[in-house]
């Protein structure tokens, strides 16, 4: 079983829409958690970073983290074309390296 | 916007060729990453470094080396390209948690 799994999809959804990006884990020792953004031919670049369980928010992106289910979640709201990219789920112990979830793929259709 | 360079962005190399690729950072930051991705795979740790003079195998088992002689300078060289070299090669600073990414060098080894 892999530490971080995350749909591939790819998910594709109208302009307007609620985009709803998951992760699962299977380490509890992760306690910090990020999510990144890829477009095709690009490097990620960091969206959203927390390390408590909760909601936290900016702008369209919501990150959303239950410890206690070893779920993290990623919601966009008044999805726009330009949010068509990669989302990578990526997370952390207090002293070891990050892994990164393979990504899901994300479609937004005008 | 983070500044964060990689060359070349894209290379096709023959089997047997030593190859170097560039990365290099004007952030000054101690962490550097070399990632490996494969579509719709997750980013491979390969190599990283958390200082001048410091350099460390990723998870990822690689037949690259790595060298760390300046802060901003992060080189990564392949003595023998081979097929299975074939992928796309991320470099990444990091403050703290936080990674910057360059935006990879996309190999092809024929």
């Known amino acids: 079983q892999k530490e971080v799994e995350q749909d591939p999809g790819p998910l594709s959804v109208p302009e307007g829409a609620i985009v709803s990006l998951n992760c699962t884990y299977s380490?509890?020792?992760?306690?910090?958690f990020m999510w990144y953004r890829q477009y095709s031919r690009k490097g990620p670049e960091l969206l959203m970073y927390?390390?408590?369980?909760g909601n936290k928010e900016d702008g369209r992106f919501t990150a959303q983290v239950d410890k206690s289910s070893k779920y993290i979640s990623l919601f966009i709201r008044d999805s726009q074309p330009s949010d068509s990219a990669t989302y990578l789920c990526?997370?952390?112990?207090?002293?070891?390296?990050?892994?990164f979830g393979p990504g899901t793929s994300l479609s937004v259709i005008p | 916007e983070a500044d964060i360079y990689q060359t070349p962005r894209y290379l096709v190399i023959g089997t047997g060729k030593k190859i170097t690729l560039e990365c290099s950072q004007t952030m000054g930051h101690d962490k550097m990453y070399w990632y490996q991705q494969d579509p719709g795979m997750e980013l491979h740790l390969i190599h990283y470094s958390y200082g001048v003079n410091s350099t460390e195998k990723g998870d990822l088992s690689s037949e690259s080396t790595v060298s760390r002689i300046r802060t901003e300078h992060f080189p990564l060289t392949l003595e023998s390209a081979r097929p299975s070299h074939t992928s796309q090669y991320l470099c990444?600073?990091?403050?703290?948690?936080?990674?910057?990414f360059g935006p990879g060098t996309r190999l092809t080894v024929t």
């Open positions: 990526a997370m952390k112990t207090s002293y070891d390296k990050v892994i």
């Open positions: 380490n509890s020792a992760f306690q910090y």
């Open positions: 927390t390390y408590s369980s």
């Open positions: 990444a600073s990091a403050l703290g948690d936080e990674q910057y």
